[in-house]
């Protein structure tokens, strides 16, 4: 099994385990630094993900030591390398180019616009012309996002053109900076505009086979603002929706998955639901990122407690996994918002949360010391925060008591700049 990932996290610990309990060898390929000398030890291939052709060449190269039955990926840019990679294998997978639509959001929404789908009106600006964009043609309230970040990073609404203009600004700072300028992706060149979408909004966990989408869970997401950014914080499953409209919901999700041309592997669809109908946010070919995998557990007649991790090997190899449910009762996990710009001096009352009647796990990912950039510009979380209980609504209870008992140590020494 080939690993695409960007680090070594807890997906491809999880995945390590797996592959030991079932018999499969893994080659991991990341893109660290090619420099150091297999720090991790874990012989990962290092290739630059900035320059897909090489990486696939790089890759290659492994066919001749062993064979790859499956590719597995984790991430934006290693699920393209995981795509130009198994089609090059004549392994199961997405083509490259589906792979792309669903990374690139304005070719998300061009995709999903010529085949009838719903969809706000959208224009994309050059990121060079944005400081002076006309804006005569805007109606409000408007969302300015980036065209290939993920996680809500540099989402901004702005309800009017005082607020458009400030909003644009700051994603074209986002964009100018060295770490995004650094992932040498030519879709941050561009910025989209578009309606702001009112309505509930859902995030959808599937699986496609063959062309075939399956859904593996609906997350609710309780708490979620509707702006100026849009922080994601907790996930709890099952769904509160209506029936009804969980089958509307499938139905739409179903078309955008073959709009796009999503055929075999992981997706994960953000989604918003009004009376005029259901909006796709942005649709990845990929699984749920990270630690908030741990939220779905499966089991079927020979084995229980089976991760997503599992789920996903298994079927890259082309095991039939129809037979893995969800397991019952409900699921969430809150994603730790960062509560101001700062360098994390350290986090209390971590013992006291997992005594919270119902906590799975509370896990602090963030490093003492680290600088913390909450959102628009941010783009990770202080931690986690895992429960279980009967109902989604205990979950959420259990999720935000304990929150409560965190504290957290942030020195504001650091400069701010106002974009």
């Known amino acids: 099994m080939l690993i695409v990932a960007s680090t070594t996290g807890y997906q491809i610990r999880t995945l390590s385990s797996v592959a030991r309990r079932i018999g499969v060898g893994l080659v991991f390929v990341s893109d660290r630094c090619s420099k150091l000398d297999d720090p991790w030890g874990d012989d990962a291939i290092s290739v630059d993900f900035g320059d897909e052709q090489d990486a696939v060449a790089s890759l290659l190269e492994t066919k001749s030591r062993e064979p790859i039955d499956g590719v597995i990926s984790f991430g934006d840019r290693p699920a393209v390398i995981g795509a130009h990679i198994a089609n090059a294998l004549g392994l199961l997978g997405n083509t490259p180019d589906a792979v792309e639509i669903a990374g690139n959001k304005l070719l998300t929404r061009l995709k999903l616009c010529s085949d009838g789908l719903p969809s706000p009106q959208f224009r994309a600006i050059p990121l060079h012309l944005s400081a002076n964009v006309v804006s005569s043609w805007l109606r409000f309230p408007c969302v300015v996002k980036p065209v290939a970040l993920s996680a809500s990073r540099g989402v901004m609404k702005a309800d009017n053109r005082e607020e458009f203009r400030y909003a644009v600004e700051r994603l074209h700072s986002l964009l100018s900076s060295d770490d995004v300028r650094g992932l040498r992706n030519s879709a941050n060149e561009l910025i989209l505009v578009e309606d702001y979408i009112p309505g509930v909004e859902v995030a959808i966990e599937g699986l496609v086979t063959d062309g075939v989408f399956r859904l593996l869970a609906v997350f609710d997401k309780p708490g979620l603002q509707d702006g100026p950014f849009f922080e994601e914080s907790i996930y709890v499953r099952p769904t509160g929706l209506a029936k009804s409209k969980v089958r509307h919901i499938l139905c739409t999700v179903t078309e955008a998955v073959s709009a796009v041309g999503i055929t075999h592997g992981p997706v994960h669809i953000e989604c918003r639901i009004n009376d005029n109908g ?41 095991e039939n996994v129809d037979e893995f449910r969800v397991m019952p009762g409900a699921s969430g996990v809150m994603m730790i918002p960062i509560p101001r710009h700062g360098r994390l001096r350290g986090v209390h009352g971590v013992e006291r949360a997992k005594m919270c009647d119902g906590v799975e796990d509370v896990v602090i990912s963030a490093k003492t010391g680290q600088e913390l950039i909450p959102l628009p ?23 935000n008591s304990a929150h409560g008992c965190l504290s957290f140590d942030v020195s504001t020494s650091i400069t701010v700049s106002r974009h």
């Open 377 to 399: 510009e941010g783009g990770s979380y202080l931690g986690f925060i895992f429960a279980r209980a009967s109902n989604s609504s205990d979950v959420v209870s259990v999720l």
């Open 278 to 318: 259901v909006y796709i946010l942005e649709i990845a070919a990929r699984p749920i990122g990270g630690l908030c995998s741990r939220v779905l557990r499966f089991e079927n007649c020979k084995a229980t407690d089976v991760s997503l991790e599992e789920l996903l090997c298994r079927h890259s190899l082309g």
